[in-house]
């Protein structure tokens, strides 16, 4: 949350509750902010209890009994408090004496608060080294205050998973939030998500159109940083820039995405007409249309980032895929950085390659993004292998061939043709730049008709057979590398099976 | 036809009993001449097919029937095709396993597909690509994983290979021996796997200029099993790289730095560790006296030094080295202008086994020196005393030495029959004898040559006009003579050169220049006889169209210079031009450029004939003789030579 977003909130929050504790308030609420999101991350994804709709409820019914003048925020954590103490041998006395403690506590603070304020007015005329003395004395008065809130609070905290209040079914404002939900269903974010939600289900009691507000605010504050953060990662694409990391096991969170939701096109629902978006931006953008309500500047801005990042525990990610070096099962389990890289692996090892250079017709990739990088460099590979692996570097297939026992250069094709004789090179001429893609995508059509059989016409693209004659045929580069051990032979290897006559290849009952 | 073998099969039956073998070994002694061979084989079907067997050297003229040749041939190992003129790509194609040499040189056509072609023979062992400027490295890689036998790879002038290509070899042909990498644009980074080769021998870097100190004293280790280096040329090389690369390599017995950094102190320094440094070459080096004295202390076992064109060869410096490598057996000192016979006098003090005494062009040594040679120096092989002022006396006394096998007396205006008579007697062995411009030479010194020398192979008579048909008759004697120079000697005839022909049938080389009395009479019959000539020259011969044309029956002329002959015409050149099909090299008149039909001209360069048009003016005799006068009365035969 940005801070004039912050200052804007507050600014509303103080004529709708009239407090005489705006400060505090807000100062609390900030402090309240870090604790949660901390308390957030420290989730363990793999306890998931379920919590019965019944314990929000009545924990929504404790909060409002006691009807304290903290924040909504505050009543949430002792709920949760209350919850997880219950859980874990629930004493309630306890609870109430350490909430009572707090209580005692935060009104100390408020009055120190209070003084700082009044005081800042006196001081002015007087020498400043009795200001700095009296200034140094009600810091560590407050500091030793929020210390022992802090751990009082700290205390109430349950080391358990709070997944379970961000039970759909839990609180008022599940319609609200479920699409949320639904869209952001990492399930390791459940708690994260179910943070505000539920919050909002209590902000939402209060009879305040506030709560309203706040619940817009919020909502699309937490579901915008978790997009944000995916938009974010999208710039680092290496799932393996990784690799060198040596985190602890355990000082981290580990996330683990399901394959479906990997596999999702967009991540960001319309909340009334269902459409999906990558970008939350694009999102907000598209909720113009649903109403004016969402043209306002909260609704549009874009949310900010978490400033109070570095309590946060560091993020990584799971593969789902069981067996894989990046599932957390794994005996050397290696995670993912991000969420992006945890998507990019998960398509390019586990997924299909889909997506087919229309250039070459050769090269596969799984990631959109590969095939662009790829056909940035299609067809500048001109030092070839015997082996078929091309170079964009000379030096770089010297090294190859350096390395492997039978590997030769391949002599441009182009210059084979030229030697082919002077009768032939009427027709040569047109077709010798772009040669060397054509063999290869040739090979593997070649391959993979064999492989799967059943509909090989549509391996088949145009470039290479539809147009083809006889006499194009001719013009791979068998003739001077016709010997079984030439360097050239594994090309033809295939080829070979089928006579130069393209007629044949017209119909698929031919090819098996 | 039948009825005819049947007669003659008893014949057959009785040359039966000798065995492959035993033919073999007889036709091992047919050397001397390639048609011999041919003969052989032509006697019947049987003789044909055991000389196809034999036959394991090929050097072919044209390559047109490479593939036919080779399949007549099964067992041809050696191939030479550096005669033939445009090699292409798809000749190669039909290259075979068996083949353990191949020479490629001047094939400057080829491409990395003919490299790829090479690269199925697997057990090549001797590859020379040298000027193969198209082929780059990625043939020399199909080479390099191809023949993993190679011992010997000449990759000299082939300007497309770099780094890459010559790396890979290193790290694919662990055999290499020897390797000439001449004028490549190679660095350090190479040289570094080159010399990791556990085998190489010999290894050329002459002229490769990416190769400097900074990349030589970077390598951390030399190669221990060199025992030849040529660094020649490689000018950004010092005394400071040259250590560090000879440092490791103690095994090194030939070293050539010529035309490199200044032969001082430092440099022969850096030499004191190369005990067992038998030559060094120096040519066309600056060379300090301290640094000749240094070489003489430290190279104890030298035998060879060679400081032809070396500036600063003093007296001193020589005569200190000198006096201190008694072993000398050849030694250069062509152009070494400023040494006299005080030196001479040292090395032929010294230096008594001398084989090889090279010192053409040492002007300012005084013509008792030749006479020390003689008297002491008994076992020279090969003599060169080019433009020297050695007198019959000279002569007389160097007839002593027996074994002299070359000996050349261009510009050497101070002998006579006299002198040249006892050589003639005495030099049994001699096989080439250098007269240029030594125009006190007549035919007697020419008869005791024929007579005395039989065994010789080339004579230059040029310009000794005295010279007549009579001398031409007497080296017909002369059966292996296989290189005749007689330009600008007037007196000869048709009847001289024809008996040339007749006699010597190895002629390959043939230089009538300037012979006005030779016509077409002489031309035919060395057409019929010399079935080997390779080369002639016949500018300003009375030669005419007919002459010229029937020359086209020598099947292996290849290179042949037709300038001002009055009776040529375009039509004639033209036949002729068409008839000889194995011609590579032309020199004509600019004139005829424009007369020959264009077509012609287009056909015979695809066929590999290159064109050198000259745009001379035709000199006529009376203008050649004032130019003489006057180049000779101005003084010093040398300015002469240059002009004319």
């Given at each position: 949350m940005d801070p004039e977003e912050r200052l804007c909130a507050d600014a509303r929050t103080k004529p709708l509750n009239n407090q005489p504790f705006i400060g505090f308030s807000s100062q609390q609420k900030n402090w309240e902010d870090s604790s949660l999101l901390d308390y957030g991350m420290r989730i363990e994804p793999q306890i998931s209890y379920f919590n019965p709709p019944t314990e929000t409820q009545s924990s929504l019914a404790c909060n409002f009994n006691n009807q304290t003048q903290i924040t909504s925020q505050k009543s949430y954590q002792v709920n949760v408090a209350c919850e997880s103490n219950r859980i874990q041998d629930w004493d309630p006395r306890s609870t109430i004496s350490s909430l009572s403690f707090l209580e005692k506590k935060i009104h100390q603070l408020r009055d120190l608060i209070h003084f700082i304020n009044g005081q800042r007015g006196q001081f002015t005329g007087q020498s400043d080294e009795l200001l700095v003395q009296q200034q140094m004395l009600i810091t560590a008065d407050l500091t030793s205050i929020i210390v022992q809130v802090m751990s009082t609070a700290g205390s109430l905290l349950p080391s358990v998973d709070h997944s379970r209040v961000a039970n759909p079914s839990a609180g008022v404002s599940e319609d609200i939030v479920l699409p949320d939900y639904a869209v952001n269903k990492v399930e390791d974010d459940h708690s994260r998500v179910s943070n505000p939600s539920t919050r909002v289900s209590e902000n939402i009691v209060l009879p305040e159109n506030y709560a309203v507000n706040k619940v817009e605010d919020l909502t699309g504050y937490f579901g915008a940083e978790e997009n944000f953060a995916v938009e974010d990662h999208e710039l680092k694409s290496d799932d393996d820039a990784d690799e060198g990391e040596n985190l602890p096991p355990g000082s981290y969170e580990i996330l683990q995405l399901e394959k479906e939701e990997i596999l999702a096109p967009h991540t960001h629902f319309c909340t009334i007409c269902g459409k999906g978006f990558k970008r939350d931006a694009n999102l907000r953008m598209h909720m113009r249309g649903h109403g004016d309500e969402y043209k306002t500047p909260a609704a549009l801005a874009k949310p900010n980032k978490e400033s109070s990042s570095e309590s946060i525990l560091i993020k990584r990610y799971s593969c789902p895929y069981v067996g894989c070096k990046r599932n957390k099962d794994h005996k050397r389990f290696q995670p993912l950085k991000t969420i992006l890289c945890m998507k990019n692996h998960y398509k390019r090892s586990h997924c299909d390659k889909t997506y087919m250079c229309s250039r070459c017709n050769a090269k596969k990739f799984s990631v959109l993004a590969d095939l662009k990088t790829h056909e940035k460099h299609c067809g500048k590979d001109k030092w070839l292998c015997s082996c078929g692996t091309t170079f964009s570097r000379k030096d770089k297939l010297f090294g190859h061939i350096a390395l492997f026992q039978g590997h030769s250069p391949a002599v441009p094709v182009d210059e084979a043709k030229a030697s082919v004789g002077p009768s032939d090179r009427g027709q040569i001429s047109e077709a010798t730049t772009k040669i060397e893609p054509r063999d290869f995508n040739f090979k593997s059509n070649v391959m993979e008709v064999k492989g799967s059989g059943n509909d090989p016409t549509s391996y088949f693209s145009p470039l290479d057979f539809g147009t083809s004659n006889a006499g194009e045929f001719h013009e791979f580069p068998r003739l001077p590398f016709?010997?079984?051990?030439?360097?050239?032979?594994f090309l033809f290897s295939g080829s070979c099976d089928y006579p130069p006559n393209t007629g044949r290849y017209s119909g698929p009952n031919n090819l098996e | 036809m039948k009825k005819q073998k049947s007669m003659t099969e008893p014949i057959f039956n009785r040359f039966d009993l000798l065995s492959d073998e035993i033919v073999f070994l007889i036709l091992d002694f047919l050397n001397d001449d390639p048609l011999d061979k041919k003969s052989f084989s032509l006697v019947c079907k049987s003789f044909h097919a055991i000389e196809s067997r034999h036959r394991k050297i090929l050097k072919p003229l044209r390559s047109e029937h490479l593939a036919k040749v080779l399949i007549r041939f099964p067992f041809i190992s050696y191939l030479d095709l550096s005669l033939c003129p445009r090699i292409t790509d798809s000749s190669l194609g039909v290259i075979s396993g068996n083949l353990v040499e191949i020479d490629l040189s001047n094939a400057t056509d080829l491409k990395d597909l003919a490299a790829a072609s090479i690269a199925e023979a697997k057990n090549l062992e001797k590859l020379w690509l040298v000027r193969c400027k198209s082929i780059t490295d990625i043939g020399i890689g199909c080479i390099a994983v191809g023949c993993r036998k190679l011992k010997l790879l000449s990759l000299k002038w082939c300007f497309g290979v770099g780094d890459l290509g010559v790396g890979l070899i290193a790290v694919k042909c662990k055999e290499i021996r020897s390797l000439d990498l001449s004028y490549l644009p190679i660095t350090n980074k190479c040289l570094l796997q080159v010399l990791e080769l556990q085998h190489l021998e010999d290894l050329v870097l002459e002229g490769c200029f990416g190769i400097d100190d900074d990349s030589l004293t970077a390598l951390k280790q030399g190669c221990t099993s060199l025992e030849t280096l040529d660094m020649s040329s490689c000018q950004n090389v010092s005394h400071v790289g040259l250590s560090s690369l000879t440092s490791a390599a103690g095994c090194l017995r030939h070293l050539s730095l010529s035309y490199g950094s200044r032969v001082d102190l430092a440099l022969a320094d850096s030499l004191q560790k190369l005990s067992l440094l038998q030559s060094i070459k120096l040519d066309g080096s600056q060379v300090t006296c301290s640094g000749l004295k240094a070489i003489g202390n430290w190279c104890a076992s030298l035998t060879e030094l060679s400081l032809s064109k070396c500036s600063g060869v003093t007296d001193e410096g020589l005569s200190s080295l000198v006096t201190k490598r008694v072993d000398l057996r050849k030694l250069d000192v062509t152009c070494c202008r400023t040494i006299t016979c005080a030196s001479v006098a040292h090395i032929t003090n010294s230096c008594t086994s001398l084989t090889s005494l090279r010192m053409e062009s040492c002007t300012t040594v005084s013509a008792e020196a030749f006479v020390l040679i003689g008297q002491r120096c008994q076992f020279l092989e090969e003599l060169d005393l080019t433009e020297n002022n050695i007198d019959d006396e000279g002569l007389k006394s160097i007839s002593r030495c027996s074994q002299l096998a070359s000996l050349k007396l261009g510009i050497c205006p101070n002998i006579t029959d006299k002198g040249l008579i006892h050589i003639g007697i005495c030099c049994s062995k001699l096989k080439e004898l250098d007269l240029y411009r030594s125009a006190g030479i007549t035919d007697l010194s020419i008869l005791a040559i024929a007579r005395g020398c039989t065994v010789i192979e080339t004579i230059n008579i040029a310009y000794c006009k005295n010279i007549t048909d009579r001398s031409l008759v007497s080296l017909s004697k002369c059966s292996k003579l296989n290189t005749l120079e007689s330009r600008g000697c007037p007196l000869i005839t048709s009847f001289g050169l024809s008996a040339v022909a007749m006699g010597c049938k190895q002629l390959t080389k043939l230089d009538i220049k300037n012979c006005q009395n030779i016509d077409d009479t002489g031309m035919i019959p060395l057409a019929h006889f010399s079935q080997n000539l390779r080369q002639i020259n016949l500018s300003y011969t009375s030669v005419t169209d007919v002459g010229l044309l029937s020359l086209a029956s020598v099947s292996c002329l290849q290179i042949m210079t037709v300038l001002h002959l009055e009776g040529l015409t375009p039509s004639g050149l033209a036949a002729a031009l068409l008839a000889c099909g194995g011609l590579t090299k032309v020199k004509l008149q600019a004139s005829f450029k424009a007369l020959l039909p264009p077509t012609i001209i287009e056909h015979l360069e695809s066929r590999g004939c290159v064109f050198q048009w000259r745009d001379k003016v035709f000199q006529t005799d009376r203008l050649r003789s004032k130019i003489l006068e006057t180049t000779v009365g101005r003084g010093g035969m040398k300015q002469f030579h240059d002009m004319v």
């Open positions: 016709e010997d079984s051990e030439s360097s050239f032979s | -």
